[in-house]
């Protein structure tokens, strides 16, 4: 009786121990607690049709990301094809995948207009453009507690060099942003024949890189980084790891523009503007500011971005203070003659007016025995809006009522 027990016991091992390897060579079955899969982006950029070969490729185990439903207009992206079940609508593309994975394809033009200008453009020679708009934002659904890795590979003509946020992109790099369930390549990137510097300043790797040819001055912006980041790095400590200074065309858009870690600048825009502020040090703000939770005031977002652009440069001695004076008198003229208000969105007399509210509220602190620098820090926790800065105001104790109450009225 023992021994036939036994012989059951062994066949039921057995034919369990066959089932399960079974479901496993199916794929009908794996390690439940596995809920990780990884994606792939790559993108090959090719001048002549003006166009880049896009994919995204997923891997997994099982079915841990089910679907992914992107925000792809049909008036940019098209030609898709992939692996599993696809939706193509005028605005979104819904992917299913297969369980173990697979493969989405598409093309996408690396050209786009701002105004009658290009903030993105390829040429024969080189291209500047947004990872973002080469990847398309998506909605995903997928099993809870799921966890994504991925990484980013770009290729072109031969001999193109190629500069992301995430450093070179000759090799796979990871993508290193925060969106846990659908990690995908953001910010600013460069291409083609072009030269890049990089320093380490204020313990971030900088990189300053643009197409060659184009009047780039990379070691004069990294002198005026080595000159002002430490000091902007202390006002907003959570300053990304990384920075990527892009600069296009001559004929290309000219301003400025931040991204994730990155931005662009046109080649002719002044380090110091004639007025004393700085459209690298306005941008360097918002790149700074743009992971703050809550829905933000935009008079205050550009508020903080123009006054700092005057304040570093005053601290750090790139101005004098009567030219930082001078410079307020001339945004309080601004605000005056067009009737700057502290509204949203805000235009230029409207931030004029919102940098000389801050400039006062600045005085205003010191008076209680704190600083403006204090006060952002706590909104940094916060939020970029009246309501989180009457919360950090009551956060440093300081029990004042804000200079300008239509701040108030702007966050209703």
């Known amino acids: 009786m023992r021994h036939s027990v036994g012989l059951l016991n062994r066949r039921v091992v057995a034919l369990l121990t066959g089932l399960a390897m079974a479901a496993c060579a199916d794929g009908a079955a794996v390690d439940p607690g596995d809920r990780t899969f990884s994606l792939s982006y790559r993108a090959t950029l090719q001048p002549e049709t003006g166009m880049a070969a896009a994919e995204i490729l997923l891997s997994q185990r099982q079915s841990v990301l089910l679907a992914l439903d992107f925000n792809a207009p049909a008036s940019r992206f098209t030609a898709f094809e992939g692996d599993g079940k696809l939706e193509v609508s005028e605005e979104r593309v819904l992917w299913t995948p297969p369980a173990e994975g697979g493969s989405l394809r598409y093309r996408v033009p690396i050209d786009h207009l701002r105004g009658d200008a290009h903030d993105a453009r390829m040429t024969d020679d080189w291209a500047v453009f947004r990872l973002d708009d080469l990847f398309p934002a998506a909605r995903t659904r997928a099993l809870k507690d799921s966890e994504a890795s991925a ?16 450093g070179p992109s000759s090799e796979p790099v990871h993508t290193l942003n925060r969106d846990r369930l659908f990690p995908r390549p953001v910010g600013w990137a460069v291409a083609g024949q072009i030269g890049v510097r990089r320093e380490l300043i204020a313990e971030r790797e900088v990189a300053v890189a643009a197409p060659v040819g184009q ?38 858009w000219r301003g400025g523009l931040s991204g994730p ?15 004393g502020t700085s459209t ?29 652009s005057l304040e570093i440069l005053r601290r750090t001695g790139g101005i004098s203070e009567s030219r930082f004076e001078a410079a307020l008198d001339s945004l309080e003229e601004w605000a005056d003659r067009e009737g700057g208000r502290l509204t949203s969105p805000s235009k ?20 209680h025995d704190t600083t403006l620098d204090l006060l952002v820090h706590e909104l940094l926790g916060h939020g970029l809006n009246a309501q989180a800065l009457e919360t950090g105001l009551a956060s440093l104790g300081v029990d004042v009522a804000l200079p300008l109450p239509v701040a108030r009225e702007a966050a209703e």
């Open 280 to 308: 690298l040090l306005h941008e360097l703000v918002h790149l700074a500011v743009r992971d703050v939770s809550g829905k933000p005031d935009d008079w205050l977002v550009e508020g903080l971005a123009e006054y700092y």
């Open 348 to 367: 230029g007399a409207d931030t004029a007016f919102a940098v000389l509210m801050l400039h006062e509220l600045a005085g205003t602190l010191a008076r």
């Open 151 to 166: 990484t980013l590979r770009l290729r072109g003509p031969a001999g193109w060099r190629f500069e992301t946020p995430y």
């Open 261 to 275: 870690a990155s931005l662009y600048l046109h080649p002719d825009r002044p380090l110091i503007s004639e007025n």
């Open 215 to 252: 009047g780039f001055r990379r070691l004069d912006i990294l002198a005026f980084l080595h000159w002002t980041l430490p000091d902007l790095v202390d006002v907003f400590p959570c300053f990304s790891e990384r920075l990527l200074v892009v600069g296009g065309g001559r004929d290309m």
